[in-house]
């Protein structure tokens, strides 16, 4: 059964900085889509930052380049973390990790972390 632990949110004041990691577990590591996506309340659910594990592929979205970076533990596969700098009152959503065992980051996610609170503010 695959399982997606996250940790590190919390709150921040506005030009702060933030990491996020996640951990999972369930399914035979190598190359593998992972990624944060995030939702704000009344907000449509929006990819942050992608990779494909192994491969060292990585997609962010334009509202955070620059500014977050997605990497891979590469003493422990099966963790991904995402560190936010600059963050900015705007980025305060629920971010959720999600990952696709196999995938390349071409498809929809099958699994999907609980979810942590990430508030800015200004």
């Known amino acids: 059964q695959v399982h997606l632990e996250e940790s590190g949110g919390g709150s921040v004041q506005a030009g702060g900085s933030l990491r996020l990691s996640c951990t999972a577990s369930?399914?035979?590591?190598?190359?593998?889509?992972m990624g944060w996506l995030r939702q704000a309340p009344g907000k449509e659910r929006e990819e942050v930052a992608l990779?494909?594990?192994?491969?060292?592929?990585?997609?962010y979205a334009d509202s955070v380049k620059g500014r977050f970076t997605i990497s891979q533990d590469h003493n422990a596969e099966n963790t991904v973390y995402l560190q936010m700098n600059s963050l900015k009152p705007e980025d305060t959503a629920m971010y959720y990790c999600?990952?696709?065992?196999?995938?390349?980051?071409?498809?929809?996610?099958?699994?999907w972390g609980q979810g942590t609170q990430v508030t800015v503010s200004s």
């Open positions: 990779i494909v594990t192994g491969a060292g592929r990585t997609y």
């Open positions: 369930g399914y035979t590591y190598g190359r593998n889509c």
């Open positions: 999600a990952a696709d065992p196999g995938g390349n980051c071409l498809s929809e996610f099958p699994y």
